[in-house]
C-alpha cells in the first residue's frame, strides 16, 4: 500500500473553490483504495487530503491520466504551494477493499 496524507493550502477566500474541484466526481481511478477530502474548521484556507492506493507505481500513473492533469490545472492556481505540506505513509491496517 501506498498512502499520501497531507494539507494544501488554498489562496485567501479561494477554498471553496479548490474543494469544489477536489471533490468532483469522476471516472474511476485504477488503483485507488480511498480518496478523502477534509476541512479544519479552525483554518480557513487549510484543506487536508488522505489518499491510499495499492502502489506508488499506480499513484504516479493516476498523475498521467489526463482528466487528472486537467482537474490539477485547474487547481493550481488555487493553490498557495506554500503551505503544502504532505506525508508518505505505508498503510498497515484499516484499508477499505
Known sequence: MFMLHGRLSAKPGRRD???RIM???GEPLPGNRLY???????DADGV??????????AHAASLRLAHVQERI???LPLIDT???RQQR???RAGVPD
Not at 478523502?36 to 479552525?42: G, L
Open 17 to 19: 473553490d479548490l474543494l
Open 23 to 25: 471533490t468532483e466526481e
Open 36 to 42: 478523502v477530502v477534509a476541512v479544519d474548521e479552525t
Open 48 to 57: 487536508w487530503a488522505t489518499e491510499i492506493w495499492e502502489s506508488e507505481q
Open 73 to 75: 490545472a485547474r487547481a
Open 82 to 84: 506554500d503551505g503544502i
Open 89 to 91: 505513509l505505508d498503510a
